[in-house]
T-cell receptor, first 113, second 116 residues
Framework: SAVISQKPSRDICQRGTSLTIQCQVDSQVTMMFWYRQQPGQSLTLIATANQGSEATYESGFVIDKFPISRPNLTFSTLTVSNMSPEDSSIYLC??????????FGSGTRLTVV | AQSVTQLGSHVSVSEGALVLLRCNYSSSVPPYLFWYVQYPNQGLQLLLKYTTGATLVKGINGFEAEFKKSETSFHLTKPSAHMSDAAEYFCAVSDPPEGGYNKLIFGAGTRLAVHP
């Protein structure tokens, strides 16, 4: 299965600032997925990123708040913009592997103060 | 639309006892089903998945799950709990590759506690 390198692993940020999270995959993948896991909660899909096209956002998530880039088939970034304490969560990227198993990055634990 | 319901946000068992974590799904097409485990402060690890074929699926760490279409269920079991099984368990569903958008939808999770 694919191996995902996600960074940073954690960060503490001031409200009103932005943080960009990076995911690098060791193989080419068509789709990359970005999830948010709020404290004590399950994972919620933010958006799906295809290479060469705009990301598709789920209900409740907008591009201005969570812009995504997907410049090639092995890399994607998620930016959390104009952060507030409510954005404190774990953010995870994911890809679907060849045997239809989804692999996840180790996550970015974000705290907004 | 797809959805996943995990019955019981917290389950507590004794070491050596049977583990049963319940998952029911709703899907308009025959789904692919997954169980993931998340240990404290760690990422997600795939325990097992059902795509096609045999409905009883064996995974890692002695876990298994059975896909029951008539009951729209995919319950996770382990015959004998170990202290190291204490974690959060997530059931998830997706469309098959030819059936849709392929995104993974998660249940709310079940926190498993194992006591001596």
């Amino acid at each position: 299965s694919a191996v995902i390198s996600q960074k940073p692993s954690r960060d503490i940020c001031q409200r009103g600032t932005s943080l960009t999270i990076q995911c690098q995959v060791d193989s080419q993948v068509t789709m990359m997925f970005w999830y948010r896991q709020q404290p004590g909660q399950s994972l919620t899909l933010i958006a799906t990123a295809n290479q060469g096209s705009e990301a598709t956002y789920e209900s409740g998530f907008v591009i201005d708040k969570f812009p995504i880039s997907r410049p090639n088939l092995t890399f994607s970034t998620l930016t959390v913009s104009n952060m507030s304490p409510e954005d404190s969560s774990i953010y995870l990227c994911s890809v679907r592997g060849g045997t239809y198993g989804y692999t996840f990055g180790s996550g970015t634990r974000l705290t907004v103060v | 639309a797809q959805s996943v319901t995990q019955l019981g946000s917290h389950v507590s068992v004794s070491e050596g006892a049977l583990v049963l974590l319940r998952c029911n799904y709703s899907s308009s097409v025959p789904p692919y089903l997954f169980w993931y485990v998340q240990y404290p402060n760690q990422g997600l690890q795939l325990l097992l998945k059902y795509t096609t074929g045999a409905t009883l699926v064996k995974g890692i760490n002695g876990f298994e799950a059975e896909f029951k279409k008539s009951e729209t269920s995919f319950h996770l079991t382990k015959p004998s709990a170990h202290m190291s099984d204490a974690a959060e368990y997530f059931c998830a569903v997706s469309d098959p590759p030819e059936g849709g958008y392929n995104k993974l939808i998660f249940g709310a999770g079940t926190r498993l506690a194992v006591h001596p």
